[in-house]
């Protein structure tokens, strides 16, 4: 919005710019697909050489478009220079229309090629060297933008569902809930999750992993919440596991507790902790919390390998 000299409106809204950059599989498309759910607006692969335009073509608050927007960029863009970059940032920092920053999403070399060799990708700087000379070329490239960015998230021991939780305590938008509450699932086969105050094991029920017809589905399915439910132990455990959530989230944020991550396990992360997620998840929004709702595992291939090995649960 500019005032009637064409300058700049100091009483206006500033436009919320957040520029996403980092090393090549550190999780950058994950960190946009989460801003954009948040009502972000997004622009990936961005020519950072056209920020100023972008920036000059943004509408004004005045005119409802005050949506954040948030650039990705990285080492693949054409003509990315990272000390153009910052030139550029400096010199846009000094608009008052614009409040501006930099996240840059890093990750230990070895992990980058633990992800690079598991998903068979080639490095865009390796050529036809190892995938570390790729990873070394462009941890050098970057250097000066991640000792620049003001924001720095290290996912190195992160899963994608950990990084989501991160990306939305970060820039959720300020509502009238002081706490944010995200419930997940996962698979106690795959690993417990790193971040969690809650855990509830739902390995007590009924396995729908050992009728045929049920393996393939998941907790999401119709049939494999009915069969879940049939189990005489379910009711009786919800409840009680509801109400003391019930009891324990408003004690948290009276106690100033920003963030409660509970998570509930199963074997492979597909059928009863996605179901009772879900379900207490349900059970939360019709008393009036806003809970994330992430299922770690629900991508996964069917656990038949990870399951069938082990004693059967009955």
């Known amino acids: 919005m500019q005032d009637e000299t064409g300058n700049p409106d100091k009483g206006a809204p500033r436009q919320r710019v957040l520029l996403v950059t980092g090393m090549l599989g550190a999780g950058k ?7 954009e759910d948040l009502g972000w607006e997004i622009v ?7 920020l100023d335009g972008l920036l000059e073509s943004t509408p004004s608050a005045d005119h409802g478009g005050a949506a954040p927007l948030a650039i990705g960029f990285d080492s693949r863009t054409r003509g990315f220079d990272p000390t153009r970059v910052i030139s550029q940032v400096k010199a846009l920092e000094g608009r008052e229309d614009i409040e501006l920053n930099t996240l840059f999403l890093d990750c230990s070399s070895q992990e980058l090629e633990r992800r690079y060799n598991e998903t068979r990708r080639r490095h865009a700087l390796a050529s036809d060297t190892p995938v570390a000379t790729g990873i070394r070329a462009e941890r050098e ?3 000066p933008l991640r000792r620049w960015a003001e924001l720095l998230i290290d996912t190195s021991g ?3 569902n950990d990084l989501q939780r991160v990306i939305r305590e970060r820039f959720a938008p300020a509502t009238g809930e002081a706490m944010t509450v995200t419930v997940s699932s996962f698979g106690f086969s795959r690993g417990m999750p790193p971040v969690a105050d809650l855990v509830f094991d739902m390995r007590f029920l009924d396995n729908p992993h050992w ?3 049920l393996r ?13 439910r049939k189990d005489p132990a379910f009711d009786e455990a919800f409840t009680r596991i509801r109400d ?3 009891l324990l989230l408003p004690r948290y944020r009276a106690q100033g507790k920003a963030y409660v991550h509970i998570a509930f396990g199963c074997t492979g992360g597909r059928h009863r902790s996605v179901f009772t997620a879900e379900q207490v998840a349900l059970a ?9 709702l992430l299922h770690r595992n629900l991508g996964s291939r069917a656990a038949d390998l990870l399951e069938g090995g082990l004693r059967r649960e009955k």
């Open 29 to 35: 498309t994950t960190a946009l697909r989460v801003l």
């Open 44 to 50: 990936d692969n961005f020519p950072i050489r056209l």
């Open 141 to 143: 490239m970057l250097a």
């Open 158 to 160: 992160y899963t994608s």
């Open 211 to 213: 009728d045929p017809t």
């Open 216 to 228: 393939p589905q998941t907790g999401q399915d119709p049939d494999v919440g009915d069969y879940i």
């Open 244 to 246: 003391l959530l019930l």
């Open 284 to 292: 939360l929004r019709e008393e009036g919390f806003s809970p994330t």
